[in-house]
């Protein structure tokens, strides 16, 4: 690293503190600190749900992917779709209700208990699952461009894991969710730039979009959009069933994401806002997948050395994916532009972090502790907000050594099934519920813990019996280990929806008062007609462009192989 990437790594960190010191001031009451005082724009609301979702281990992954297995993880990047549906279906009922958290929501179309489940589950998942995994692969971010400066490969893994969580922690405690989402939009330019400044440099370097193409149809399988029935990671029918199920849940349900267009200033901005967040959602394709294939191509033709992948001590794979992204920022890039990327890989970690350390605190202050301690003041909640937020971040941190564990057999594909293994409930919970007023909350509690006891053991098994796994018999259960993540979904989904139904059909339906106004069936006609007017021009034209651009992306890269 040349003494300028410093500079501009140091002027970047002094901006985030400023903006979290100045929106840290103005903080009263805990919907100022979770839900920025609800009155976000648009743009704000947009950016923000960009940053979250794009953390440091979706940049390095995608071009990890997108170097050993080509487009089949882009079915996940097309999900801006999911936005409008989240737009269109959803926001209205979420900021009609002013609820906080998602779980609340669920408590009044349901019951109490629903709500504790969902909270405790989502807690267990962000802590475990979600913080640990973006600051490891922050941390090979360190690791992979900074391997001597600390005097090991192993001390910079251990400096960026600490320094990032630390950092991120200090202005989410202090800043809040005002500080989240106003960090959000320079944060996003800086994304989009720095991705778009290396995947150009990459392509001149290579010769330009045609000589990636050329290069790729050398190994058309492995960089195809849709894989055969027989493929062991990515079988087309596979995709079909999960990648809507496990979309649906992160960008509908999941209060890391949602959390954002709850803090909206009215509906018809909350619905612009999730939109304009699809918008944004057109490109990772574009500029964090692409690259990893760009990467691969410049490796086969010599311009540049990828490392081979290294598990034990022995080579595995001619290329370690997860070090891809920070190779090509390491040898194309000049003094200056280096540290902008740098920057940039910063600024997605620590904003999808701050959403992460916020997202947990506000479902452990609004769900769990003011139903054990009611009647606090919104002093003492905010207090107890900040420590929340300061527990997830120690735990995080303490958890580090066991992903580092995890990520030797492949922490993107882990990332993949856990997500498989804990939407499946969720998402048939939030669906038939929000269009079937007879379901239940009897029906809603006995399909979130069937479905989360099922996707656990799954998880579990997996982990222990299968092909290449400590285990091998009984055979059975060497066969669930190794059952393809993306059909155990669909099945997990499947059993959900119907413990739901057959639960609430075997016992009395919700009176009407309690469903009113949450289901599409119980809107009275003054707030349907409200609803209707906020599908303003501008929405309409955004959802649009989305679905126009998805599709014209999948046409494209279905057959730019043949």
């Not at 005082?37 to 940053?51: E, K, L, M």
């Not at 998602?102 to 475990?128: D, G, N």
């Not at 919700?510 to 501008?538: C, F, M, N």
Request: with cysteine; proline share 5%; aromatic share 14%.
């Amino acid at each position: 690293m040349h003494w300028i990437d410093w500079i501009v790594i140091a002027l970047y960190f002094v901006l985030i503190a400023w903006i979290a010191w100045w929106y840290g001031r103005h903080q009263r009451d805990t919907t100022d600190y979770f839900l920025a005082g609800r009155n976000a724009g648009w743009v704000v609301i947009g950016a923000s749900i960009f940053t979250s979702n794009i953390g440091s281990e979706h940049i390095v992954g995608l071009a990890g992917q997108g170097a050993s297995t080509g487009m089949a993880m882009a079915h996940w990047e097309l999900h801006a779709w999911c936005l409008i549906v989240l737009a269109g279906l959803f926001v209205p009922f979420y900021y009609k209700s002013r609820v906080a958290t998602i779980p609340e929501f669920l408590e009044k179309r349901f019951s109490p208990r629903t709500r504790w489940i969902l909270s405790c589950v989502s807690l267990v998942a962000y802590v475990f699952t979600k913080v640990s995994v973006t600051v490891y692969a922050g941390a090979v971010v360190f690791q992979a461009l900074l391997p001597d400066t600390f005097g090991s490969p192993q001390n910079a893994f251990w400096v960026g894991a600490f320094s990032t969580v630390i950092i991120t922690g200090i202005y989410t405690v202090f800043g809040g969710m005002r500080a989240i989402m106003n960090t959000a939009t320079p944060q996003a330019v800086i994304i989009l730039f720095g991705s778009f400044v290396i995947t150009a440099i990459g392509l001149s370097k290579l010769g330009g979009w045609d000589e990636l193409v050329a290069t790729c149809k050398t190994n058309a399988d492995q960089f195809a959009l849709w894989r055969p029935l027989s493929d062991p990671d990515f079988p087309w029918l596979g995709v079909v069933i999960a990648s809507p199920i496990i979309g649906l849940w992160y960008w509908c349900t999941d209060q890391y994401i949602v959390q954002r267009v709850l803090s909206a200033k009215d509906l018809p901005t909350a619905r612009r806002g999730a939109l304009f967040g699809g918008v944004l959602k057109l490109w990772p394709v574009l500029i964090f997948l692409i690259p990893g294939m760009i990467g691969w191509a410049l490796h086969q033709k010599g311009i540049i050395q990828l490392p081979p992948k290294i598990v034990n001590g022995e080579v595995v794979a001619p290329i370690d994916g997860d070090q891809v992204f920070p190779s090509l920022v390491r040898l194309l890039l000049p003094p200056g532009i280096r540290g902008l990327i740098v920057a940039c890989l910063l600024a997605a970690l620590m904003s999808s972090l701050a959403s992460l350390f916020n997202s947990s605190a506000s479902l452990f202050t609004v769900d769990i502790y003011e139903k054990i301690r009611p009647g606090q003041s919104e002093q003492h909640l905010l207090m107890v907000g900040r420590i929340a937020t300061a527990t997830v971040v120690i735990l995080g941190i303490i958890w580090i050594p066991v992903m580092a564990k995890v990520s030797g057999g492949g922490l993107y594909q882990y990332l993949q099934s856990v997500q498989g293994y804990l939407a499946p409930p969720i998402t048939a919970v939030f669906f038939l519920g929000l269009f079937w007023k007879r379901l239940n909350s009897v029906g809603a509690t006995w399909a979130l813990a069937t479905g989360f006891v099922l996707g656990m053991l799954k998880l579990t098994i997996q982990v222990f019996f299968g092909k290449e796994k400590q285990f091998q018999e009984p055979a059975w259960l060497a066969a669930i280990g190794d059952f393809n993540f993306l059909y155990a979904t669909g099945v997990l989904f499947a059993i959900s929806a119907i413990v739901m139904v057959v639960a609430s059909l075997l016992t009395p339906p919700p009176p009407e008062e309690k469903v009113r106004g949450l289901t599409y069936g119980s809107i009275h006609q003054e707030a349907a007609e409200e609803i209707r007017k906020s599908w303003d021009a501008g929405n309409i034209f955004m959802a649009l462009f989305i679905l126009v651009c998805v599709l014209g992306m999948y046409l494209y890269f279905s057959f730019w192989l043949s």
